[in-house]
């Protein structure tokens, strides 16, 4: 069992920037990968960014990925979410989630933390 999380989010002004944490506890040593998720009023939810735990590869969603970053601590056990020159459209409840099998599925989620970005 992982359990996840998350802090950092809150209102911030369009062009701002926020960050997010993530600290995950438990069998966290067999984590595979950390991902950040993201599910808008009215909207699925939607997949951010997510980092390979031994390697550190990153990978983004395509309007994302010149505006956040992910990284993680291995001695913490956190991984965080940078996020910067936010818009309105990034306004969502951000989830922080873990897997452990490599071609499996997300299954471990945080609580979320809310994002707004005021116009």
């Known amino acids: 069992q992982v359990q996840l999380v998350e802090s950092g989010g809150g209102l911030v002004q369009a062009g701002g920037s926020l960050r997010l944490s993530c600290a995950a506890s438990?069998?966290?040593?067999?984590?595979?990968?950390m991902g950040w998720f993201r599910q808008a009023p009215g909207r699925e939810r939607d997949w951010v960014a997510s980092?390979?735990?031994?390697?550190?590869?990153?990978y983004y969603k395509d309007s994302v990925k010149d505006r956040f970053t992910i990284s993680r601590d291995n001695a913490k056990n956190t991984v965080t979410l940078q996020m910067h020159s936010l818009i309105s459209e990034d306004t969502a409840v951000y989830y922080c989630a873990a897997r452990i099998h490599a071609d499996g599925g997300y299954e471990y989620w945080g609580q979320g933390t809310q994002v707004t970005v005021s116009s």
């Open positions: 438990g069998s966290a040593f067999s984590i595979n990968r």
């Open positions: 980092i390979t735990w031994s390697t550190g590869t990153t």
